[in-house]
């Protein structure tokens, strides 16, 4: 691996090889001397060279374009913000559309040439520091204190025999958070073309180049809009960039989404709209399925322990059938999941296992297909803890089911959701790459993220009863699938915990 950084302080050019203990060393070390020695001579191919000058871009792009759902982890992306201003290099949102684009232009004029004096100037072999780790006999072995060693590449931990604490009720939320947000002044406007694509539109105040966004299911449909893209004169007048996700399995199965957004100074919705359902109105008609309120054929209550090679610890995945995009029961679910299981601490989920000292994280993941969907509990633990993770998520499953949530915990839930809206959401100042996003993802979430008014209508109008009702539908331990893989050992130990442990902590 090599690394480096495009930053305004010294920094270094480190190259890392790790090695087999047995491997020749002055060998692996002339193998770095003869690629740089080729390149302080002949440069670099220029087909190489052109490879190279699309990374910094798409690193750039991703970046700026990275995308989260609508229900919060408990982590602020401000605080996200805040703990970024202490890192010496400039993060994308740190610094303007105008200086990215001398960065991008910059990198296109890099040529084999300047890679050459770079080498000879800077990879020079008397600037070069050696280090090289070997293994040895009398090698310092790490233990703790009481003489417990590393096992394998972390210390040895025993098993828990601690319960943890019943939990802790917050302070109530504020009056303040739970009120609508105010309307966002972005223009927009949506289409379903005859061959069920669904076209997404709007302008923004900003500057920046026209970006379109396509969310699609088959790797045929990703090359065909970015060839339809590409080629385009007027998304090519209007300087168009563009990104393609693919979406999660079974999410708008089929169907292809796009959102484009461009500066009003230069286009309109409707010549923006005209212009992008001419361009995708080709695309072969996919039938979608049905949506059906029942439980997916496929998902077999049980429990199933799959053995890992060379795995140091144990994923413990738990599933729950689920609902499609369209269910009435969406709003309520999304909360309810969010109030069990926020990543990456938080939540009853959180309390229960990290609280304990069991796992470290763990998260509820819903995916809302077109016909299902599924509710997903994760975490790792310890071989030993294994048994004990599954009692713990069995038991708050069973709990939530049974007696549902507590009023401050659904206002939580509402209030996280609404900030989440406020902080990471488009504004009418935001670049095109965002809007274009949200665009995609209100198809995606089945709520508009550019109108906050409403959205905030949809969360805040579900009531206690609502979350609870869902709770008793889809929290139903007899449907509950646990599947651990990794360090699985054949036979594990019974759970340390008294049965009742985990439903206790929140009774």
């Known amino acids: 691996s090599v690394s480096d950084s495009a930053s305004q302080y010294p920094f270094a050019f480190s190259i890392s090889i790790p090695a087999d203990s047995a491997e020749d060393m002055e060998r692996l070390l002339a193998i770095v001397d003869a ?29 700026s374009e990275t995308t989260a759902s609508v229900i919060p982890p408990r982590r602020s992306f401000l605080s996200e913000l805040a703990d970024s201003l202490t890192a010496r290099d400039a993060e994308p949102w740190e610094v303007s559309a ?31 520091t050696v280090g090289v780790l070997l293994p040895g006999e009398n090698d310092f072995e790490p233990r703790w204190t009481d003489e417990r060693p590393l096992a394998g590449d972390r210390m040895e931990i025993p098993p828990l025999t601690t319960p943890p604490a019943a939990r802790m009720r917050p302070q109530p939320v504020p009056a303040r958070a739970l009120q609508p947000l105010a309307a966002v002044q972005v223009p927009n406007m949506r289409r379903v073309l005859d061959n069920g694509v669904v076209v997404r539109v709007a302008t923004t105040r900003s500057q920046e180049p026209t970006h379109v966004r396509v969310a699609f299911t088959s790797s045929a449909d990703s090359a065909t809009a970015a060839a339809l893209i590409a080629r385009d004169p007027t998304l090519t007048r209007l300087r168009a960039r563009h990104s393609l996700v693919r979406t999660d399995t079974g999410q708008r199965h089929g169907r292809l989404i796009v959102g484009v957004a461009a500066s009003s100074r230069s286009a309109t919705p409707s010549g923006l709209m005209q212009t992008t359902s001419r361009l995708f109105a080709g695309f072969p008609r996919r039938e979608r399925a049905a949506a059906t309120a029942s439980p997916p054929q496929t998902h077999q209550p049980g429990e199933e322990r799959i053995p890992k090679k060379d795995e140091p610890q144990v994923d413990i995945m738990a599933t729950l059938p689920g609902i499609p995009g369209n269910h009435p029961d969406r709003r309520a679910l999304e909360l309810l999941n ?136 889809y929290y139903r331990a007899e449907h509950l699938r646990v599947v651990a893989t990794g360090a699985v050992r054949p036979r594990l130990p019974e759970t340390i915990f008294p049965a009742g442990t985990f439903r206790r902590l929140f009774q």
């Open 35 to 63: 690629e740089i020695d080729s390149l302080a001579t002949h440069g670099v191919p220029a087909a190489e060279l052109a490879e190279a000058r699309k990374l910094p871009g798409v690193l750039m792009r991703e970046l």
């Open 338 to 473: 969010y109030i069990v299981g926020v990543p990456w601490y938080g939540g009853r989920l959180g309390w229960a296992l990290t609280k304990s000292g069991l796992t470290y994280s763990v998260a509820a993941i819903t995916t809302f297909g077109e016909s299902d969907g599924l509710i997903t509990l994760r975490t790792t633990s310890d071989t030993r803890n294994t048994e004990s993770v599954i009692q713990a998520i069995r038991e708050v499953v069973e709990g939530v089911g049974e007696r549902g949530v507590d009023e401050w915990e659904l206002r939580e839930a509402q209030a996280f959701t609404l900030g989440r809206a406020l902080l990471y959401g488009a504004r009418e100042e935001s670049d095109a790459s965002a809007v274009a996003v949200s665009l995609v993802d209100s198809e995606l979430a089945g709520v508009e993220l550019l109108a906050l008014p409403e959205l905030s209508r949809v969360y805040l109008s579900v009531t206690l009863e609502d979350v609870n009702r869902a709770a008793r539908r």
């Open 98 to 128: 105008t200086l990215r684009d001398r960065i991008a232009a910059a990198t296109q004029r890099v040529t084999s040439d300047d890679v050459t004096a770079y080498t000879k100037r800077w990879l020079r072999r008397s600037q070069r």
